[in-house]
């Protein structure tokens, strides 16, 4: 709600804001609580703060790797079709991280298509039924992923030192493939998804990216481990942030850090 002027709202906490100050909703959950602190932040420099989500990608190669690292920013490296990156302009702020495996049938596993990608299935825990983990011990291997941690250092700042990779592990009741191929009881077509965004946890406190900043995420094993798939598929490290994209609030952002350092 907008209106052009404070008269007969006074017993409202308003957020200024350029086309008009802005009535906050009551922040009875911490989304709203986070969307109010960041529209006060930036309303009245016109930058525009809307429920978003970041999708980051890192293709497994067929090599061992102890390190798996994801391009945050729009111009970074090669985006994927299902990628969605930050752009240079804009500021986003995370309050939950997902983090998935990715896996679908690719002609060339180490350059899927954008059609290859758009078709992968995510799982929250590498399936030994799923082909694209049922190699000899490809499963067993992927626990190595698991039993990482996740990092995020921006510039020359850690603001993640360790998130362990296991608390984004879930395995649901119903697993793919389990159970009889027989007509009448064809097995599980899929895992079970419990909830929305399975495999989601919470972030606290709140970290804002800045698409002028150098991210660096990283997912580090503790053994150098090949995490790519069986013949003709492909697997893929995919970390989902949600939260706040505040719409060209870069350098809004770079303005105000400025300023509390002075």
Avoid: H
């Avoid at 703060?49 to 102890?66: C, H, I, K, V």
């Avoid at 391009?71 to 991280?97: H, V």
């Avoid at 990092?151 to 009889?180: A, E, H, K």
């Amino acid at each position: 709600m907008r209106m052009s002027s404070n008269r007969g709202m006074s017993k409202f906490r308003t957020i200024n804001a350029m086309g008009g100050n802005i009535i906050p909703a009551k922040a009875f959950n911490r989304q709203q609580a986070v969307f109010n602190e960041k529209a006060a932040q930036y309303a009245n420099q016109g930058v525009i703060t809307t429920p978003g989500y970041l999708r980051l990608e890192s293709l497994a190669p067929n090599a061992a790797s102890s390190v798996f690292s994801f391009n945050t920013l729009d111009t970074s490296g090669t985006k994927t079709s299902t990628e969605r990156r930050l752009k240079l302009s804009d500021t986003f702020t995370i309050t939950d991280i997902s983090f998935y495996l990715g896996a679908g049938a690719a002609a060339t596993p180490a350059t899927p298509t954008a059609a290859e990608y758009a078709s992968q299935q995510l799982f929250t825990f590498p399936n030994p039924n799923v082909t694209s983990f049922s190699a000899t011990g490809k499963a067993e291997l992927l626990e190595a992923i698991y039993n990482g941690f996740l990092s995020l250092r921006v510039d020359t700042t850690t603001f993640l030192d360790s998130i362990p990779m296991r608390q984004f592990y879930r395995v649901g009741t119903s697993q793919q493939g389990v159970g009889s191929s027989a007509t009448s009881n064809k097995p599980v077509q899929r895992d079970e998804w419990g909830m929305s965004m399975y495999g989601k946890n919470q972030l606290l406190p709140t970290i804002e990216l800045n698409g002028q900043s150098n991210i660096e995420f990283n997912i580090n094993l503790p053994n150098a481990t090949n995490c790519s798939a069986t013949s003709a598929t492909f697997t893929n490290m995919v970390l989902i942030l949600q939260g706040f994209l505040n719409q060209g609030g870069a350098a809004s952002q770079r303005a105000m850090q400025n300023r509390l350092r002075k």
